[in-house]
């Protein structure tokens, strides 16, 4: 988990909308340009955060529209942490897990993408109401 | 994201072009199977897509899967690297058939 007092390199706020996506791509790789990320690297970290953003979409607030998703990049070291919060009822971790790739199916595939990208994703201690908190990381040092 | 079908040599050439995320692959998934239901097989082209979500590529698996319940043919060609890199994290270059062009398609399938 990222301590609170990492340096925070930039946080904004989006809807719960698949429109938004987008530009969620673009706030991941303008910050890890910005850090001197290669192309791959960069790419992982755009890749893994658009996934967690639509399993929140999807998933955290099925498909409701005014739903929050706050995005905090933080630095910690030779890593780049994604802070995702959502306002939706609490994920069962249980379910959170890559499933079976052997068996050819339609969707399901963010968490094993997720993992396969990030060096870590971790569910951390949600917003005091309700909610979810998502920190993924990516070590840049290459 | 930009769609849009032609018939060639039999097939019907669907071309995704663009970012195929969350947002768009409705519109893929239902031009894909809008064509598969008139039982006409189809190749995707890949080849200017710049980005694919796991929502693009679940259009896609529909795709595939109905084309073969259904015996159509059904294939990937031009896979850009941006989709053959969400196609391999999910093992899925193995499942789908893949051409480098639509003349390689056409001549084998």
Known sequence: MADADLPLLAQKTFNSQSSELQAIRQLVRELMEQQGCTEKICNDAIMAVNEACMNIIQHAYCGEPDGKIIIEILKDNNYIVFRLTDFGPPVDKRKCKSRDLDKVRPGGLGIHLIQSLMDEMEFVEPPPANGNILELRKNISG | ?109
């Open chain 2, 1 to 109: 994201m930009e769609c849009n079908a032609r018939s060639e040599s039999g097939f019907t050439v669907i071309s995704l072009q663009g970012e195929v995320d969350l947002h768009y692959s409705p519109k893929a998934r239902e031009i894909i199977l809008k064509h598969l239901n008139d039982k006409q097989h189809v190749l995707v082209d890949l080849s200017s897509v710049d980005y694919i979500d796991s929502s693009g590529v679940a259009s896609l698996v529909e795709g595939f899967q109905h084309a073969r319940t259904h015996t159509l043919k059904f294939a990937l060609v031009g896979v850009s690297d941006a989709a053959m890199q969400i196609l391999q994290l999910s093992r899925l270059d193995k499942v789908f058939p893949i051409y480098a062009g639509l003349s390689d398609a056409v001549s084998q399938l």
